[in-house]
């Protein structure tokens, strides 16, 4: 299993970035997929999650109405569309699968800052 993600490096306040997840190694239509991120200090916490065929997606409350999770399962890769961005959501992000309900895989995540 492989997630690598990109897209991430410096905005402004407001602004906007894509980023992308290409994932390898297993059936990805099978399964649901998530993007955390972990800013400097804190926890890795859960931005938003989208169910296996995209009908299904849920959000963080502090990126509600800013970002957007999607996939392209003929690509296997997964994106977070982040728009009005602010300096708290300076982090690195990663993608995550868990397998069977047993094993969870991370990519080796993306650093975005959001900065003036």
């Known amino acids: 299993v492989q997630l690598v993600e990109s897209g991430g490096g410096l905005v402004q306040p407001g602004g906007s970035l894509r980023l992308s997840c290409k994932a390898s190694?297993?059936?990805?239509?099978?399964?649901?997929m998530s993007w955390y991120r972990q800013a400097p200090g804190k926890e890795r916490d859960l931005v938003a999650f989208?169910?296996?065929?995209?009908?299904?997606?849920n959000y963080a409350d502090s990126v509600k109405g800013r970002f957007t999770i999607s996939r392209d399962n003929a690509r296997n890769t997964v994106y977070l569309q982040m728009n009005s961005v602010k300096p708290e959501d300076t982090a690195v992000y990663y993608c995550?699968?868990?397998?069977?309900?047993?094993?969870?895989?991370w990519g080796q995540g993306t650093q975005v800052t959001v900065s003036s």
């Open positions: 989208i169910s296996s065929f995209g009908g299904s997606t």
């Open positions: 995550k699968v868990n397998l069977h309900g047993l094993y969870d895989y």
């Open positions: 190694g297993f059936t990805f239509s099978t399964y649901g």
